[in-house]
């Protein structure tokens, strides 16, 4: 077998550090995500999950996680006291044996309380260290591409130690691979793996069913089929660690087949999926409809409809989880054409009793707007804006007895 690096063999089994950022609020459901694909040393920190593992659980984190944004390999830290401490880290490491100066690159570099006055300057000094290393070893620099590098690197600077990533996922994990160009470049729906990590929150299994009142381009109910399923949410998409030097494609095909292979055999069948969804908005659910499709789930798995959620009913006779993600006011506001929340939280409590309603909102008094206690609250980001998932549950009439699945208010 052709390998393309200057490394020894044994690097293929070595265990190595890795780091995968994702939404905060989701690290518990990242680390139990990283354990099912045998990683180790996993570590929980605000933002992300440390881990260890060899490079093949790397591939496998870019392939399956549904709630990471990247999987970042790390290949240095140090202490630094001024800019000149990032440039020398840089130098140092090997980067001729992850790519060439033919591969474009990008650097970006984040902080928590660092003594440095400028970002944009440790930014550059990471760069020169990096070019200046290409420079002396091969005698031509990588150019810099800001908009569709080959490759990027990572720097992360706390109050005295740095850290440089390579990064192996390319596009953030939660592009899919599904969504039209003009999804993409439009107003920004709900991110895919901040929709995995609301059903990872409220407990959703493929067994249970599901709906979403408010779908919108149908994100919820797309990581829910992919999952029941069993495709990887990276099936469609292709990753960074592909293009670095030392790729083996023999073995990343050999093991993305078995993989693909291993999950379809453990999905359940279409026919046996209760996942419903529907939204005010005709030209929402016809483009759930279609992203569906792109993501490989057949017609009518999920159950797709127009209706006002203050006139909702539940889609299927066995009580089952809402997980939605309402409009509020930093993305869009109700036009107060339709009903208001109180007549939404009414349509709740007349039509879904038994069920279990999780709703993610940036509005604290969301509760008190529908006219309902929430049993459950959880803190998330979506994107910048803070919100709460709030969990709820839903008494049949007359029914006053406390259920299993909620928990308490903290």
């Known amino acids: 077998m052709t390998r393309h690096s200057s490394r020894p063999p044994t690097a293929e089994v070595k265990l190595e ?108 000094r990471f760069k020169d260290g990096l070019v200046d290393r290409f420079r002396t070893r091969t005698g031509e620099r990588p150019s810099i591409d800001t908009e569709n590098p080959d490759v990027r690197v990572f720097g992360f600077l706390q109050e005295r130690a740095a850290v440089l990533y390579l990064d192996l996922s390319g596009e953030p994990l939660f592009k899919r691979g599904w969504r039209s160009e003009r999804e993409d470049k439009g107003e920004a729906p709900l991110k895919e793996n901040l929709a995995a990590g609301l059903l990872a929150l409220a407990g959703w299994q493929p067994a249970m069913p599901l709906y979403d009142p408010f779908c919108g381009s149908g994100t919820i109910v797309i990581e829910a089929a992919q999952q029941a399923l069993g495709i990887p949410p990276g099936a469609g998409r292709g990753f960074a660690f592909e293009r670095l030097a030392d790729f083996d494609a023999d073995a990343w095909r050999s093991l993305r087949d078995k993989t693909l292979r291993q999950m379809r055999e453990a999905g359940v069948q279409a026919p046996e999926l209760r996942i419903a969804a529907s939204d005010t908005d005709p030209q929402a659910v016809e483009q759930t409809r279609r992203n569906a499709v792109r993501a490989g789930i057949a017609q009518d798995v999920v159950r797709v409809s127009v209706r006002d959620a203050a006139r909702a009913q539940a889609p299927f006779d066995e009580p089952g989880l809402i997980v939605t993600n309402p409009p ?67 008494f049949a009439p007359g029914d006053l007895r406390p259920r299993r699945g909620v928990q308490s208010p903290d």
């Not at 940036?362 to 709030?390: K, V």
């Open 17 to 124: 550090s890795f780091f995968a950022p994702c939404p905060r609020g989701l690290e518990a459901a990242l680390a139990a995500e990283l354990r099912q694909i045998d990683a180790q040393q996993i570590r929980e920190s605000s933002g992300g999950v440390g881990f260890c593992g060899t490079r093949q659980i790397a591939w496998l984190a870019n392939l399956r996680s549904r709630i990471a944004s990247r999987i970042l390999l790390q290949v240095a830290q140090g202490r630094y006291r001024d800019d000149d401490d990032l440039y020398r880290l840089a130098n140092r490491v090997e980067w001729e044996h992850w790519f060439s100066n033919a591969q474009t690159l990008r650097i970006d570099v984040s902080a928590i309380r660092s003594p440095l006055r400028s970002l944009n300057f440790a930014t550059l």
């Open 328 to 394: 509020y006011g930093e993305r869009i506001s109700l036009d107060g054409k339709g009903s208001d929340w109180e007549d939404i939280g009414q349509a709740l409590r007349q039509q879904f009793g038994g069920w279990q309603a999780w709703m993610l909102t940036s509005d604290p008094q969301l509760p008190r707007r529908i006219g309902m206690r929430e049993r459950r609250r959880a803190p998330l980001f979506n994107g910048p804006i803070e919100c709460r998932l709030f969990g709820f549950e839903i």
